[in-house]
């Protein structure tokens, strides 16, 4: 059974930075694309970031670039995202999603599976 488990969320004033974990088991990833997508409270879900698992290629929406750094712990089966000189406006719930290399990386329908969400609150 796969299983996508994040961590890391919290609340951090403007400026401040977290660190975010998605611990995956339940099978090997290696011909996966790990993903961040995040939601706002009355907006649709959208791209973060994403991972390649074999290569690492990384890939960021504009917002993000500069601030946000997507890495992996092949040995721990982990993917992390580091977010630096977080704003008002990156509050939101940060899913941690996995789907087979190959997809659209920025459409979370592709994606096939999912984490339960951990929230992220930044205060001004």
């Known amino acids: 059974q796969v299983q996508l488990v994040e961590s890391g969320g919290g609340l951090v004033q403007a400026g401040g930075s977290l660190r975010l974990s998605c611990a995956a088991s339940?099978?090997?990833?290696?011909?996966?694309?790990m993903g961040w997508f995040r939601q706002a409270p009355g907006k649709e879900r959208e791209f973060v970031s994403a991972?390649?698992?074999?290569?690492?290629?990384?890939y960021y929406t504009d917002s993000v670039k500069g601030r946000f750094t997507i890495s992996r712990d092949s040995a721990k089966n982990t993917v992390y995202l580091q977010m630096n000189n977080l704003k008002p406006e990156d509050t939101a719930v940060y899913y941690c999603?996995?789907?087979?290399?190959?997809?659209?990386?920025?459409?979370?329908?592709?994606?096939?599976?999912w984490g339960q969400g951990t929230q992220v609150t930044v205060s001004s």
């Open positions: 339940g099978r090997t990833f290696s011909n996966y694309v």
């Open positions: 991972l390649a698992w074999i290569g690492g290629s990384t």
């Open positions: 999603a996995a789907g087979i290399i190959g997809l659209r990386l920025r459409e979370d329908r592709d994606y096939k599976y």
